[in-house]
Structure formats: structure tokens, C-alpha cells
């Protein structure tokens, strides 16, 4: 080893209060892992001694407990983007207690080029191998990596033996030039490469390494139930009926899909439906569901920023290399999720809502309007280029007491102009050429839940309809007014708004 071998305490201790750190990762796939664990106790041990210590994260999407649950609840962040799905950070940032930026996922290696927040003071990446000529080889996620070793003042590599050598290859590095200088971004398929396996960095940066052997912390998703697998065969019913009639090719399109249990039971109905011929991906998260489907041949490649799969199915990947090398290819975000890319190569999206309006407006982040749920994530860069945007979600959430369609989103995340299609387990709403008023027709007869239907219809008859959009400005957010109200949407009472 011709670097410094530090314990993670030591280069830990490199950090200090009010410090920005750029983190390797995307989802808790290839996050840095031990030397936020021993920053966390820095921090509490500052706190303890009356000190303030907080630093800045930047990184690719989420990451694991040992970096977001384990700053947050050591109350050492001050900042962070982008997108996280942490339950502790989640309650920090709701307390008010953390400032969080959640932007769209393409956008986050250009916005700490671009300098919109501040330097980048160490960076802290895991890798499977490191070059004594400064080559770092990642390991199962591209996410901001390239970006923040290229602009840290310090690099911290930690080298985790959990990781496999034969992810050695698996990553395509591409950082693009900026405005006004940028080319192209030549993928024309998504089985292409256009960087290089590994990063290269001035060796003389990298401060030292910390040996760890420490598994990612993905976690595991729900088996399908009922609902998840009705809207599955939503899904794939409609794609293969959109095939038929000539609106995707023959040849299929590059999937993306969100990540969740939704998403991963879509993928698993979209594999048994042998009418869709076998498909290419092109998304930002591979989950267990795409690796089976590799292996059966349903899936012909798969072009991803990580590999957020439980460690039972990564093992499976790096021991059988030799059959996913041509399969599979990871990339940095500002690649996985270009809009330039995504609309060149026709990809459809399909994500997961929080809420839908009767206009095709979309949540995906936010509860009643205020508290952060995860994050926008990639959903952004994907719904407003794709060749077909879906959005799926269970048409009522608690027990009923919530519909997920609703006269106005609490807060919007993707537009009635980019969302084409709203699929719930009721059935699906073709956005695609039409006015809003047919719009909200075609979602509340299609997609609603029984139980709100009228609802939803009596709604509409509080305005006279004289409008492009019409709305009852005052009941608009009736039911999210009766929820908190009463819990229960059921309740509400439109008499009150005439
Ligand atoms: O609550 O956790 O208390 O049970 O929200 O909902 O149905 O379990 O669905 O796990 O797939 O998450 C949108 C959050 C869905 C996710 C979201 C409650 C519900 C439950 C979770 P509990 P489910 P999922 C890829 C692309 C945004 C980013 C994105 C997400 C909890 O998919 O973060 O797509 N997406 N990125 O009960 C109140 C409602 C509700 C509600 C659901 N209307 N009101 N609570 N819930 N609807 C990711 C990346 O970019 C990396």
C-alpha cells in the first residue's frame, strides 16, 4: 500500500466542524460507511464539551445508517443534498433542525461544479481497488463520485474489502465539460461506454485509506402483495396494449423504474408478461427484481448508477462477473439520470407518487403538503423526458382514510405537463393527448378509489367548469383540511365551500 493506512478515527479526525464532505454512493449502495460512523462521535464528543460541530454532506441520492442515521441522530449535519430516505434524517429535517437541498439527482454533480454550494473539503469514497497511481475503482455505485474527488481538496479512499475485485470494471466514468464548452453525451444505446472503468485522481490528494469490511446497507423489499401485484399487471397490461397498437417499437424501449416495493413488483409482472418482448434499461437503481430477470434472459442490459440490491444478491453479481460484465454497466448520476440522454434514447419512466391530483399534477415527496417525505430522487430528471411517464401509486393510503387522488396536490413535484399516464390498482389514466377537464374525467373514473369517486365528481360541480382548469380555490385543499381535521378525507364536506 502506498498510501497512509489510517483507522477511520484518524481520518475522521480530518474533518472539521463546518467542513463540506462529498460522499461516494448512490442510495446505501457504495456510500462511505466507517469514517461518518467515527465522525458522528467526534461530533457528539464536540457537542458534550459545549463545541458546535456540523458539516455539510454532498452526495449522489440516500445513503445508509452509518452516514444519514448516524450524523443525523449525532445531530452533525447542518446541511445535505440531495434525495435520502432515512427515517432519523427524515425527523431532523421536519424538527427544522437541517437545512436539506432536495434537488433533482442529474443536477448535483453540475450544481457543486457550478459552485452553488460552496467547496468540496474532503471527499470520502469507497472503493473495491486503489492504483498507487491514483486510480479509484468504485464499487456499487457511481452516484457524485468523479465530481467531488476531482474538486476535494483532500481525498479519504475507504477500501472495502466487503466489495468484490470483480466489480473492477462494472463502472463507466464520464464527468462532461461545462457550459459553454459541452459536448454531447454520445450514448446511443444504453449498453455504451464512453469513459473509463475507474477515476483517476492526483494521487498526491488521496490523505489516506481505511481498510474496512463492511457489507452496504440496502435494505429489503416487502414480497409483493395483492395490491402491488394488481398495479404491476396495470403496468404491464398497458405497455404491452401501447406495443400492440404501434406507440412503442416492436424492439420494446429502455425501462426506468423508482425504487420501492411497487417498483419492484412492476418489474416482476412486467418479466412474466411474455407478450413484452425481452428489454434494455436505462434507470438510476437495479433492485433484486432486474438481476433475476437478467439471469432469466427477460432483461437483455441493464445501465444503472447502483446496484441497491441486498448483499445476498450483490455476492451473486460479483461471483458470477463473468455473466453480467456484458450485462451491466454503472454510471455517474449527471449520466444515468441526463435529460439528454433519457430523451434520445426514448426511455419510458415509471416512478411512484405520494399524491396525484385530478389534473395529472404529482407528489412525490411531501406529506400534507410540508413534511418531507424522501426526496424528488431521479423522478424529476426521468418524468420530464421520457418517451411515456407513468406514475403508480395504491389509489388510498392508511387504511382508507387518505386517497392518493385529490382535487390539488399538497405540493408539486412533477407537472400535469410532463405526467402521461397515472396508474393505480383501480385501473389507468391515458393522460396523453388531452385537456385537463377530460384529464380529471378519465383519472377519477380510472383511478380513484370507490369510496372517493363521488367524492371526486361533487367536487367538480363546485365550479361552473368556465375555465381551463376548473377549481374551487377555496376547497381545493378540503380534503387534506379534513384529514387533518378529522383523519379521515371520507369526511369532508363540500357544502361548506358553495
Ligand atoms: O407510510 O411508511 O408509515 O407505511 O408513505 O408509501 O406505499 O409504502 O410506497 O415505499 O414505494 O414509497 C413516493 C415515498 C413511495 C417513494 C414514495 C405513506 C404510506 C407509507 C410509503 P408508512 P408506500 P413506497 C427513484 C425515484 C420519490 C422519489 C422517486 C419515493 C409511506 O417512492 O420516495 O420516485 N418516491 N425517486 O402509507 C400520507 C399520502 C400517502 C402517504 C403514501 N397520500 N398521504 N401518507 N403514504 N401515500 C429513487 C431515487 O431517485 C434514488
Redesign the pocket.
Known sequence: MSYKVLTPEEAASLIKHGHHIGLSG??PAGTAKAVTAALAKIAEAEHEKGNPFQVSVFTG??TGDSCDGILSRAKAIRYRAP?T?NVDFRKAVNNGEIAYNDIH?SQMAQEVRYGFMGNVDIAIIEACEVTADGKIYLTAAGGIAPTICRLADKIIVELNAAHSKSAMGLHDVYEPLDPPYRREISIFKPSDRIGKPYIQVDPKKIVGVVETNWPDEARSFAAADPLTDKIGQNVADFLAADMKRGIIPSTFLPLQS??????NAVLGALGRDKTIPAFEMYT??IQNSVIGLIREGRVKFGSACSLTVTNNCLEGIYRDMDFFRDKLVLRPSEISNSPEVIRRLGVISI?????ADIYGNVN??H??GTKM???????GDFTRNAYISIFT??SV??DGK?S?IVPMVSHHDHTEHDVNIIITEQGVADLRGKSPKERAQTIIENCVHPDYKNILWDYLKLSDGKAQTPQSIRAALGMHAELARSGDMKNVDWAQYK
Open positions: 448512490f442510495t441520492a440516500s434525495y430516505t439527482l423508482g425504487v420501492g416495493n411497487i417498483a438510476e437503481v416512478n411512484t407518487a405520494i399524491e412525490s415527496t406529506i400534507g417525505m424522501n426526496g424528488i430522487g431521479g423522478s401509486c395504491p393510503a392508511k387518505i392518493a
